[in-house]
């Protein structure tokens, strides 16, 4: 599985978009882009996955790059229920889903 | 619809003593997982399974046992405590692998002592 590399820590702004960049350079081609998020030891939440296109969903929406090499997570309008640590997570589609997590990022949004 | 449930919530263990942590999801889940999480950190695959009898090995299966005699649970198993398994295990079901997401249940904070 590729190595996922994430800023440790942001902040945001209520009601300001939230941009969490991650890198992963050595991802392969049959590997997706996952994020999830936990919210203060409570376990994971799924947020979206995307292997080239962009995708959209009711959370967020992720913007991969041409070269797959990096993503960025896009939170809208950051709420204060947005303050977590986000997890981006690159995972082979045929080796049993495992999800290797790094440490993430601890978003935090202020008022 | 309960989704993964767990228990207990809470256990504290005296080295050397076992314990079974329980995990049992409704929806009619193939894969199952157990993770740990120790504070500051990431969490790390110990357990997973793709359907009842069957399991296999995460990144630190030592010190720990699963069985899955039916779909619906997947327990862990310590055998012998450690203060080094002092952790927060999480639960987790998928469908199937790939691109269906995992669905992790509250977890189980334990210390050993």
């Known amino acids: 599985d590729a190595k996922t590399t994430q800023p440790t820590s942001m902040d945001c702004a209520e009601g300001r978009a939230a941009n969490l960049p991650c890198n992963h350079s050595?991802?392969?081609?049959?590997?997706?882009v996952y994020w999830y998020r936990q919210i203060h030891s409570q376990g994971p939440q799924y947020i979206i996955h995307?292997?080239?296109n962009n995708e959209t969903n009711e959370m967020a929406s992720l913007i991969i790059t041409e070269d797959r090499k990096s993503s960025t997570l896009i939170l809208p309008h950051a709420t204060l229920r947005d303050t977590a640590v986000y997890y981006c997570?690159?995972?082979?589609?045929?080796?049993?889903?495992?999800?290797?997590f790094g440490q993430g990022t601890e978003l935090s949004v202020k008022p | 619809n309960a989704g993964v449930t767990q228990t207990p919530k809470f256990r504290i263990l005296k080295i050397g003593q076992s314990m079974t942590l329980q995990c049992t999801q409704d929806m009619n889940h193939n894969y199952m997982y157990w993770y740990r999480q120790d504070p500051g950190m990431g969490l790390k695959l110990i357990y997973y399974s793709v359907g009842a009898g069957i399991t296999d090995k995460g990144e630190v299966p030592n010190g720990y046992n699963v069985s899955r005699s039916t779909t619906e649970d997947f327990p862990l198993r310590l055998e012998l405590a450690a203060p080094s398994q002092t952790s927060v295990y999480f639960c987790?079901?998928?469908?199937?692998?790939?691109?269906?997401?995992?669905?992790f249940g509250p977890g189980t904070r334990l210390t050993v002592l």
């Open positions: 997570i690159a995972e082979n589609y045929n080796q049993g889903g495992k999800l290797i």
């Open positions: 995307g292997l080239k």
């Open positions: 987790a079901s998928s469908r199937r692998t790939g691109t269906d997401t995992q669905y």
């Open positions: 050595t991802i392969s081609g049959n590997e997706y």
